[in-house]
């Protein structure tokens, strides 16, 4: 029903790249990713723009999921409205945090997510509440650990019902622990390390939400990070001239 967190549950490394309306994300969505990611935080796209492309990806690969802008309740409706299978809350600090985010995302009684008929691509249902409780069940929530204050209350986060990976946002992390973009140095390491064992800790997944130019994924799946984004750019040009290479020309 979603294959990115059955995916996810099997412990096996899901890998997605960033969607959006002016990229052909039929070809994208079938390319082999998990999942395409449409951000709407750091992004000129609005949520209401992300409904065309989401429908396009009906019936491919690639689960679509969306990072909202912040963690408000109307703009996590928005997203689940467009059909997103899975929803990215920038800057979860607390417990409290967390725990409105998966409200927001969950039909009563497991939340407070307002109805507006069946939205997104869950199949077929013999009734409306076996509807809300599969979505319930199904949709991946990913709250961001970005800050201080967030390592502080790591397993408070972690431990929350309904949370399925701890994302790690890499720059602003560095930047919170006085090591801007030096993602290779020990004081970033160290935090790293703490992610993975507390998210191992609490049978949940830890991810990045980009691996840092120049490094090795496989460097973070060791580590225990199996949820990233790559981009697809470099790989489809390579790919590309890779083909065109092949033609006597």
Not at 52 to 59: E, F, V, W, Y
Not at 140 to 155: G, H, K, R, Y
Not at 182 to 194: F, G, M, T
């Amino acid at each position: 029903m979603n294959a990115i967190k059955d995916s996810i549950k099997a412990g096996r490394t899901v890998v997605g790249t960033a969607g959006a309306p002016n990229v052909d994300v039929s070809i994208l969505a079938d390319a082999g990713y998990d999942f395409l990611l449409f951000d709407t935080q750091h992004s000129p796209w609005e949520i209401k723009q992300l409904q065309a492309p989401i429908q396009a990806m009906r019936g491919k690969q690639a689960a679509p999921v969306v990072r909202v802008a912040a963690n408000e309740a109307h703009q996590i409706c928005f997203a689940l409205d467009a059909g997103a299978r899975g929803i990215i809350a920038p800057m979860i600090n607390t417990r409290a945090e967390a725990e409105a985010m998966v409200r927001a995302c969950r039909y009563f009684p497991l939340g407070n997510r307002s109805n507006a008929g069946v939205r997104g691509e869950w199949g077929e249902f013999k009734n409306y509440r076996d509807y809300m409780d599969a979505v319930n069940n199904e949709l991946l929530i990913v709250p961001m650990i970005e800050t201080n204050q967030a390592l502080e209350n790591l397993d408070d986060i972690a431990s929350v019902p309904g949370v399925d990976v701890m994302l790690i946002g890499p720059s602003d992390l560095s930047i919170e622990l006085g090591v801007p973009l030096d993602y290779q140095c020990d004081i970033y390491q160290r935090a790293l390390d703490k992610i993975a064992a507390t998210a191992a800790k609490r049978g949940i997944t830890a991810g990045m939400y980009f691996i840092p130019p120049g490094m090795d994924p496989n460097f973070f799946v060791q580590k225990g990070f199996r949820f990233f984004t790559m981009p697809w750019g470099p790989w489809a040009t390579a790919g590309i001239k890779n083909a065109l290479a092949g033609i006597e020309r």
